[in-house]
């Protein structure tokens, strides 16, 4: 019998919570037993029963739309640590655990791989200082991990959606669109901040969705005079075709070609000073995160809970650690080793104003 641990790490995303259900009833389903690991690597770094609790059928019941995630997250540094991971290592053997399912975003997913390329040296050391037996370490011997993809941000490679990313960009569009009407009614500009860090993709979806005037973001950076311009003849076309609202989308990371970045006070400014607008800002915040799951998410997250218990159930020592992922509506397996990776490498090509190889990299991932 496998004894499988699940954990959400790093931001909350919608989707989460029916992740951690599909995992739960899908490792009992196949003859396992599955644990919860509360707080992120807090958990697994602190260990006992307050943090590792063994998951019924039952205590996932209703867990299917809730937004946010029950067995809560963290940021942890001490896993960041070797001395952390060893401390993890040790409590994951007495809680008996064999195999870990990690719901995070790219900095969990390095966590989970880097520990379990580490676990057969942490593993030895505990042997050595004979804080475990001969016994103990040829069960625990290898450690299958899986990662699945939970960040409302979409900002992970190889897989078209993260969990939690659609039903974040279905309300900043509620709100775009509860703002519309006070737009329309007082013929205002609204310039409004929406969340995804470095990645564009939230607003970009959102810009479409609510057909808004003009967006800002990362993936696009140009300079200052460049995008006055261009966004003050947006504008000022559909104006001039009687539109009596402006929407603006400017994406938390969006920067200009030296790379500052884009405010929203900034473009207000402009708005104001050029255009004469009675212009607004709205920093959407938290708001973003919360909510239930929408359905698309839902099924995502159950898709790839029972994807991932598969995966672990199948894992052999020499296989790579998995990452589940949707591509081209298939719920797909990745190395997760090779997705990180690249993700990273998307991330410092735009941090090097690459852009060219940033966007060659992202395609990459479809043309394989
Ligand atoms: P989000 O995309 O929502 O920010 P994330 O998973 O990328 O989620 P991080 O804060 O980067 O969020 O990572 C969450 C936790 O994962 C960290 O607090 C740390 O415990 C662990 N972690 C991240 N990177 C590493 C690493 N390189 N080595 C070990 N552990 C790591």
Sequence with gaps: QRNIAVMTSGG???????????????????????????EGYSGLVNGGPEYI?????????????????????????????????LKACKNMIEAGIDALIVCGGDGSLTGA?????????????LLDKKEITED???????????????????????????????????????????????ANSHQRAFVIEVMGRHCGWLALMAAIATSADYVFIPEKPTSVDEWSD??????????????????????????????????????KKVL????????????????????????????????????????????????PSPMIGIAENKIVRRKLVDAVKLTKSVAKAIEDKDFEKAISLRDSEFHE
Excluded at 31 to 38: G, I
Excluded at 54 to 59: A, C, I, P, S
Excluded at 113 to 125: G, M, N, S, Y
Aim: aromatic share 6%.
């Design 272 to 319: 104001v000073d050029r255009l004469g607008l009675d212009t607004r800002v709205t920093t959407l915040g938290h708001v973003q995160r919360g909510g239930p799951a929408v359905a698309f998410d839902r099924f995502l997250a159950t898709l790839q809970g029972v994807a991932a218990v598969d995966a672990v159930l199948e894992g052999t020592p020499d296989t």
């Design 113 to 125: 791989d880097l520990f379990r390329a580490e676990w057969p040296d942490l593993i030895k050391e």
């Design 12 to 38: 909350d995303a919608p989707g989460m919570n029916a992740n951690v259900r599909a995992i739960v009833r899908s490792a009992i389903n196949k003859n396992c037993r599955v644990f919860a690991v509360h």
């Design 230 to 267: 261009h966004m003050c003849e947006a504008v000022s076309q559909h104006r001039s075709r009687g539109k009596r609202k402006t929407i603006v989308v400017v994406a938390e990371g969006a920067i200009s070609s030296n790379l500052t970045p884009i405010t929203c006070e900034d473009v």
């Design 136 to 182: 103990t370490y040829h069960t625990y011997k290898h450690l299958n991990i899986c990662g699945t993809v939970g960040s409302i941000d979409n900002d992970m490679s190889s897989t078209d959606a993260t969990i939690g990313a659609f039903s974040s960009l279905d309300r900043i569009c509620h709100a775009i669109d509860y703002i519309d009407a006070t």
């Design 53 to 85: 609790k063994e998951m019924k059928w039952v205590d996932v019941r209703g867990w299917l739309n809730m937004g946010g995630t029950n067995i809560g997250t963290a940021r942890c540094k001490e896993f960041r640590e070797r001395w952390g991971r």
